[in-house]
Structure formats: C-alpha cells, structure tokens
T-cell receptor, first 114, second 116 residues
Framework: AQSVTQLGSHVSVSEGALVLLRCNYS??????LFWYVQYPNQGLQLLLK??????LVKGINGFEAEFKKSETSFHLTKPSAHMSDAAEYFC????????????FGDGTTLTVKP | DTGVSQDPRHKITKRGQNVTFRCDPI?????LYWYRQTLGQGPEFLTY????????KSRLLSDRFSAERPKGSFSTLEIQRTEQGDSAMYLC??????????????FGSGTRLTVV
C-alpha cells in the first residue's frame, strides 16, 4: 500500500520569501505524484504532477516540485511567496495499477505574512 | 467546461435521517470519484466509477452508503440512517483517465454534511 507524509502541518513565510512544503511518499512501485491546493470554501485544484520523464515539474502560479526517487520525496517550492498563496496544500500519490485512486497526505497550511 | 458541480454545498441533518448528494462531473470525463475529508485530514477515497460502472468501493463505505452514476453522467451518494461520525466534507472529482492514473483530478467544491 502507498502512503504520503507531509512534514509540517503549518508553514509560515514572509511575502517574497522561499516557499518549501515537504512531501515524502512510500510506494512499492514507481508512483505518480501530485500537489493540490485548496483555498477556503473551495475544492482542491491540481497544481502540478509527476508521472514519468523530467523529474523537475512546473505547475501553475509559479510552483514547481522535484521528484527524488532516492529520497522518496516530492517537495513543493516557489521562489517568492505572494499573499495569494495562502491556502492548504495536499500531496497525493497514485499507484499506476490503482486506476487513478489517490492517497492524500494530511495537508500543510501555508500562511504568508506581509 | 463548467467544472465539477456539487449540490448541496451544505447539509445539516438529524441523526438517523437519510441524505443524498449530487455531483455533476465535467461532461467529457469518464471517471468519477467520491472522497471524504474530515477536519485536519486529507481526502480519503470512498468509491469510483468508470462511466456508469462502479469499479471499487473503500472499506470506509459501509452498507449505509450507496453511490450511483446512471448512464455515466451525474452521480449521487446516499447515506442512510446518518450517524454523527458521518459529518465531513464529501468531495466529488472527475478525470479523463485513459491509462493508469496519471491524469489528476478536477474537484468540485464539496458538500459539507453536519449530523446533529
């Protein structure tokens, strides 16, 4: 079975600072990995995904993530935080044989201070 | 493309009552998923459909829960004899999945159920 651990349920950064949200996964086979963002009172929105190929993937709103197989990690980064980035972020893993079913982490709430 | 719609947005019900939620996916998406999210946790898989066929159900889905997707269009999730532990956000997602799960989801805004 696969699992996801998001280190840090709350992360606070200053506007303009680097954003780093950590995600580690466990999987018996090469996984597909996703980051979603959830704004208050809204559904989750896909930020970016890794399936195969280039391990550094770019997503919407200036976010990117790097798949590191040796570290079983898929950390999300953004060079410069904006106030509008304040939201909850979820990392998710799919096992290719599981027909698109995702296992989600418990989320990290990002606060951006002015 | 109007996105994934869920109705109602909020539902308050008394314990023991039945409730039904509706999800309208993106029309060209062939897969539809139901997830449940409780406070402080990520979404947990409940069930999914490929077109009109329900292909998998989680152990979380007791016999009080039933889901349908008639004609492969909208889907309904019914909870019978609700319990306080059913209070959660119920999320619907759809996907144009042609392979082994790498497409990603489009989520609706969810239905928040409160059982009193």
């Amino acid at each position: 079975a696969q699992s996801v651990t998001q280190l840090g349920s709350h992360v606070s950064v200053s506007e303009g600072a680097l954003v780093l949200l950590r995600c580690n996964y466990s999987s018996s086979v090469p996984p597909y990995l996703f980051w979603y963002v959830q704004y208050p009172n809204q559904g989750l929105q896909l930020l970016l995904k890794y399936t195969t190929g280039a391990t550094l993937v770019k997503g919407i709103n200036g976010f990117e993530a790097e798949f590191k197989k040796s570290e079983t990690s898929f950390h999300l980064t953004k060079p410069s935080a904006h106030m509008s980035d304040a939201a909850e972020y979820f990392c998710a893993v799919n096992i290719p044989s599981n027909a698109g079913k995702s296992t989600f982490g418990d989320g990290t709430t990002l606060t951006v201070k002015p | 493309d109007t996105g994934v719609s869920q109705d109602p947005r909020h539902k308050i019900t008394k314990r023991g009552q039945n409730v039904t939620f509706r999800c309208d996916p993106i029309s060209e998406h062939n897969r539809l998923y139901w997830y449940r999210q409780t406070l402080g946790q990520g979404p947990e898989f409940l069930t999914y459909f490929q077109n009109e066929a329900q292909l998998e159900k989680s152990r979380l889905l007791s016999d009080r829960f039933s889901a349908e997707r008639p004609k492969g269009s909208f889907s309904t999730l019914e909870i019978q004899r609700t319990e306080q532990g059913d209070s959660a956000m119920y999320l619907c997602a759809s996907s144009l999945e042609t392979g082994t799960g790498g497409y990603g989801y489009t989520f609706g805004s969810g239905t928040r159920l409160t059982v009193v």
